[in-house]
């Protein structure tokens, strides 16, 4: 008994968003082995070329596969009581006082094994999966220890054995003060650039170096000294950085040629022209954003206008941002901080991988990696427009369909 043996797969008759932009008319897309093999205009296709390759589907329309390039998605623990407290009026100072805030996470995180921050967060990453991620960068954060960071690094590491999808890890060791260093911010500093560094270089946990760069957490200097460990290192540095006031740690972080500074709510001027020269990717949040309640929206046409490229992620994270569908980010990419459609969308695929160091996913485009997902819908723009889970209807990663048949 014989049997076909496919050597590829076609999608015929879709839309294709390539990850920056719309292709004007109806497509064909190729894929052979892990790889992009070619995307045609349906009028120039030859059929009998692909007559023996598996045929996928026709209609709707495809797109890179998402690309989450900013979330804290290992941690222990929850924070819904204190988001109950606030909204009954507690204030987020009194929350501090009562031990709430991002050291109840730390200590939640720092009392769970690794096998327990594993189980807490699949599903949180499934959730990911479900509406299209194929690759998602996770950030450490909430040990605040050498021990701890490892541990946490480690669990995103094995999250991305354990699940079809592309893990990026960052450690963001100066994120907040732990405990035993609450009157010593200096002190920290100098663990984070002499030993938390050094540690998760030696043993390859990480791909990049985040700060948080503010009044509540550390100064620009700070933070300046934590690059330099970073790169003495060869790991790729980011910020967060005017979240909450203008500190100009945007700045230093393109100064000091960062992938990313993200949040940026109070970025000015002198911050948008140091990205624009570096290239450094602005990403924006807008879960946070919603979630807080901030009115201060970040200078989205002010970065438009000087071309600085735009991500958008989820910021997963148990405190500010406890939302974990990127499709909806779009929607209030759009609608919170009025980014067009489309470059709601490329935030979420080409300029997130950007974002990452990322040069082979986020695009279609020909010898790219197969990381692609199909939707029942008719253009790219519904992607943004309706908040509605289930429009995925196949997702390819690395050429492997992991969703839909």
């Known amino acids: 008994m014989s049997h076909t043996v496919h050597t590829g797969r076609i999608w015929q008759d879709v839309v294709v968003f390539d990850g920056l932009q719309t292709l004007g008319t109806p497509q064909a897309v190729i894929v052979e082995g892990e790889t992009i093999a070619r995307i045609v205009p349906m009028a120039q296709l030859d059929s009998a070329r692909y007559a023996h390759y598996q045929q996928m589907g026709s209609g709707g329309v495809m797109t890179p596969g998402l690309v989450d390039c900013h979330t804290h998605l290992v941690f222990g623990g929850h924070r819904a009581d204190e988001f109950e407290a606030r909204l009954e009026g507690v204030s987020y100072e009194e929350i501090a006082r009562r031990g709430g805030g991002i050291l109840s996470t730390v200590h939640a995180t720092r009392q769970a094994s690794e096998e327990e921050l594993i189980e807490s967060a699949l599903p949180r990453l499934d959730a990911l999966i479900a509406d299209g991620v194929c690759t998602v960068e996770i950030k450490s954060g909430y040990g605040l220890s050498v021990a701890h960071e490892m541990k946490m690094l480690r669990v995103a590491r094995r999250l991305g054995e354990l699940r079809p999808v592309r893990v990026r890890t960052t450690l963001l060791g100066a994120h907040a003060l732990p405990p035993e260093f609450a009157n010593d911010s200096d002190g920290y500093v100098e663990l984070v650039c002499r030993e938390m560094i050094p540690e998760a270089a030696r043993n390859g946990l990480a791909d990049a170096v985040d700060v948080f760069c503010e009044t509540i957490a550390f100064s620009v200097a700070q933070c300046e000294r934590v690059f330099a460990a970073a790169q003495a290192h060869d790991l790729p540095i980011k910020s967060h950085a ?27 001027g002198a911050g948008i022209e140091a990205m624009r020269q570096a290239g450094t990717v602005a990403v924006l949040l807008p879960g946070a954003f919603h ?7 970040p200078p989205i046409g002010a970065l438009r206008q000087a071309g600085v490229p735009m991500a958008v992620a989820t910021d997963a994270n148990p405190g500010s941002s406890p939302l974990y569908q990127p499709t909806l980010m779009l929607n209030l990419a759009c609608t919170l901080f009025r980014m067009t459609p489309t470059e709601a969308l490329a ?8 974002a990452l160091g990322l040069t082979h996913t986020g695009r279609l485009a020909s010898g790219l990696s197969a990381d692609l997902c199909h939707w029942t819908i008719e253009c790219p723009a519904q992607l943004a427009y309706a908040v509605q889970p289930g429009r995925l209807h196949q997702r390819l990663f690395r050429g492997e369909l992991t969703h839909g048949h």
């Open 242 to 268: 005017e979240q909450l006031s203008n500190l100009g740690g945007t700045a230093s972080a393109a100064r000091h040629g960062a992938l990313s500074a993200d949040h940026l709510e109070y970025l000015d």
């Open 347 to 354: 935030g979420m695929t080409a300029q997130g991988a950007r």
């Open 291 to 297: 979630t807080l309640r901030e009115t201060r929206q």
